[in-house]
């Protein structure tokens, strides 16, 4: 399956970029890198800044959440920043200036913006729209001229590979020596469990309120989850636990 031209869950094409100004790396398309690593650093600089929360997503082989159609994330061609402050389906965390630079980033860049989607709005989302032969023309171009991308895009690490879901990919997405997200609130973890309580909403039929609080109720379910799939009961959310989940969350 293709979406634009672009093939999807192809991880061999995908790059992990620095957003310039930032600490935070996203992984994305190698060939139109420079379209939305632009967009995110002139989104830094002009909108708001991206916080430093692990709430900045690039690649990640789905579909879209609670919908049969493919991602542009599936084929490296979106990114999402700050989710935690423009949750999905949200309306009006931006002002109507920022909202105007992100429309005009978005023609620079030929991106088009969840927050003007006809139905279910996504303020945290951008994706490339165009065919694939205009959509890297333009990003040539953007990385040739120092005055439209002002840092040249370089890979800071290699892709890893076999995480999927919308977490960020990096050394220590889930952890390291068993550590995982529950109880464990620290700079990135409240991102991670709105996704946790978002699937077991899906998976569970219940109806978790996504505050990115791993409380009682959350551990609850997790359970209840785990058992359903015969996993270890620990109310934990590990890696397998996640990976589970997110097979089964469109």
Known sequence: MAINGFSTCNPSVLGIYRVPGTKRSLQVRREIAPLLIGFAAEFHQLVEPIDGKLDDWGYACRKVRFRNTVSFHSAGLAIDLNAVRHPLGTTGTFSNK???????????????????????????????ILPRSQAVALAKRIQMNPKAMKATVKAAVKPLQGLRGPFPLHSGAFGIAGR?????????SKAAVVQ?????NYTMHTKLGLDGQYGPQTV????LFQKKYHLPQTGRVDKKT???????TP
């Open 242 to 248: 996640w990976e589970t989940m997110d097979r089964r």
């Open 180 to 188: 995982d997200y529950s109880g464990n609130e620290n700079a990135g």
């Open 220 to 223: 609850t379910w997790v359970r």
């Open 98 to 128: 920022q909202a105007s630079i992100i429309r005009a980033l978005c023609r620079k860049y030929g991106l088009r913006w969840g927050g003007d989607y006809r139905g279910r709005k996504d303020f945290m989302h951008v994706e490339v």
């Open 196 to 200: 946790i309580q978002r699937a077991l």
